[in-house]
């Protein structure tokens, strides 16, 4: 098992990150998972990770991942935030708060598609700046799911570039702000808020 975090970053709020390693075979899959829509095999293994976190998690094998009206993941009992992508899989939960994560793998793909998630009154900086921006505001938006955010109705306020830190994203539907972590390491940039 390629658990490289597991850790309570609140009394009440659990993270874990898993570097995929494996083949879809090296998986228990839950019996009521129907894998047969995923065509590529890293998906499946994205998916699968993802419960294989939430048994090492709850100490309870075999539970489903259900999504309410607005896509937001939850078993029964918990709160959920997952993300997958190129090699790696993260899930935050939570019993009582609202909790959303994403995960994305270094890669200079961010800087070709930097029009579509920030705006012109956003700071552009680095790549691995636009890799925290994108990442913050995919955590916003899974986090208000239930607002059907698009990118230019977050705005980011100016943050430092660095391995760990916050960052402020503007909620302009709502007068609110949501505070966001992020971590930056040379793999992926992991970015997390709770409720």
């Not at 047969?36 to 489903?64: F, N, P, Q, W």
């Not at 009992?77 to 992508?85: A, F, P």
């Not at 680095?126 to 705005?155: G, H, P």
């Amino acid at each position: 098992m390629p658990l490289v975090r597991d850790e309570f970053i609140k009394p009440d709020v659990r993270l874990a990150v898993w570097r995929l390693t494996e083949a879809v075979e090296d998986f228990v899959v839950p019996r009521q998972l129907d894998l047969s829509m995923m065509r590529s095999d890293s998906r499946k293994c994205e998916v699968l990770a993802i419960y294989a976190l939430l048994a090492h998690m709850t100490g309870r094998d075999g539970l489903l991942i259900d999504h309410d009206e607005t896509g937001r993941p939850s078993v029964p009992g918990w709160k959920l935030g997952i993300s997958h992508t190129k090699g790696w899989a993260a899930l935050i939960m939570s019993k009582m708060r609202t909790v959303a994560i994403d995960i994305e793998y270094q890669s200079e793909r961010v800087a070709r598609v930097s029009d579509r998630f920030l705006r012109p009154d956003e700071k552009r900086g680095t790549v691995s700046c636009q890799l925290i921006s994108w990442s913050a505001k995919e955590t916003v938006y899974k986090l208000l799911s239930e607002e059907n955010l698009q990118f230019s109705e977050m705005r980011l306020k100016t943050f430092e570039e660095s391995d760990q830190g916050v960052v402020e994203v503007e909620d302009l539907k709502k007068p609110k702000s949501v505070m966001v972590n992020f971590e930056l390491n040379k793999d992926y940039v992991l970015t997390y808020a709770v409720e």
